[in-house]
């Protein structure tokens, strides 16, 4: 079983994906938790889903406060990437930004203020859907930090040429 596992590991790490950070606040602590499993599931009314741990601080703190963010992180905020993902060893002084019980990770590309909306088990993760309050991004996006075999690595974004994206309440 446990060569099925790292197969299955290696194979799924040919997948590139983007890197987020998930934040909440409990207890008048942030915590906090790198995903790549994050993914759209409905545009009516506006919902997003990832995965965690079933053994996970952070997802525990979510069902408990009932709100989090997800921050879809820029190349620069790979440090932020590795200390979420539990390096502890990393520089922990990140910039933030805090309004309405929210907290957030400042100079993301993406911030999405969600509520939580369910939840489900899955085997040894838990699937957290939550509904999309307001959401707020730069004008124009940095460049990407992705993730492929295990690394990090960027993504050079093709400039916006759009009008700039405000935070717009749902």
Not at 57 to 69: K, P, Q
Not at 90 to 105: C, I, P, R, T
Request: glycine content about 8%; some cysteine; charged content about 25%.
């Amino acid at each position: 079983m446990k060569e099925q596992v790292l197969f299955y590991r290696r194979l799924f790490g040919r997948f590139a994906t983007g890197v987020a950070v998930v934040l909440t606040e409990d207890d008048g602590e942030i915590r906090g938790i790198t995903v790549n499993s994050l993914t759209s599931a409905s545009l009516d009314p506006l919902l997003l889903l990832f995965c965690v741990s079933n053994n996970s601080r952070t997802g525990e703190a979510i069902l408990r406060s009932g709100r989090f963010t997800v921050n879809i992180l820029t190349a620069d905020q790979e440090n932020a990437a590795r200390y979420f993902a539990g390096r502890k060893d990393m520089n922990d002084e990140f910039a933030y930004g805090q309004e309405e019980g929210f907290v957030w990770l400042a100079q993301s590309n993406a911030v999405f203020r969600c509520q939580l909306e369910v939840s489900h088990p899955s085997g040894d993760h838990r699937i957290i859907l939550g509904r999309v309050k307001n959401m707020l991004g730069p004008d124009e996006c940095q460049r990407l930090l992705v993730y492929h075999e295990g690394h990090y690595a960027n993504l050079q974004s093709k400039t916006i040429t759009e009008s700039p994206i405000e935070a717009r309440p749902t």
